[in-house]
């Protein structure tokens, strides 16, 4: 059994039916009563999943899995990058924070980007288990499709011509790790 590290719902929801698909047994610190809030101070994706994985695992004492991803866009220099969840605000929803990127990039030519993932498997033991991926794309000119959360609908991953909220996340997941279909 692992927990999960995140207090997203939606991340929550993607992570238990991926895990679940593969036979791993969750459950999320919620459900544990674990309700502690874990600084996002590190340098980097996997500096922020290590600092969750590590801080949930000592709290509960059993192997946890945490995650840290965000959206890299050129024409923004790189940003949201780590601040990907707080980009235009605080205050604002995962829609609102959608057309707040489109309405920054209006006009750019440039409209590259990259999504970075990394996952980090905690142990009471204290050794960790870490992976990092990277998914090359662009940013679509509006929003499309309803699957998903965060900048899915407005991602569009290389080589796809439908934004990852259309795609929806079971088609997500086999194109990232290139199952063809």
Known sequence: MFVLASAN??????????????NINVVTRQ???VNIDVDETGGSFVDNATLKAKAICEATGIPSIADDSGLMVDALGGAPGLY???F???NL?????CHYLLEVMDGAELRN?????????AFPDGSLITAQGECK????????GNNGFGYDPVFIAEGMDKTMAELG????MKYLIGVKH
């Open 137 to 144: 794309g662009s940013i679509a000119a509006a929003p499309r």
């Open 93 to 97: 929803d995962n829609k609102e924070r």
């Open 84 to 86: 990907t969840s707080s």
């Open 88 to 90: 235009g605000g605080e």
């Open 169 to 172: 996340l079971i088609k997500s």
């Open 31 to 33: 459900e544990l009563g």
């Open 113 to 121: 980007a990259t999504f970075i993932s990394s996952i980090v498997c």
């Open 9 to 22: 719902p939606e991340k929550v929801e993607e992570l238990r039916e991926i895990l679940t698909g593969i």
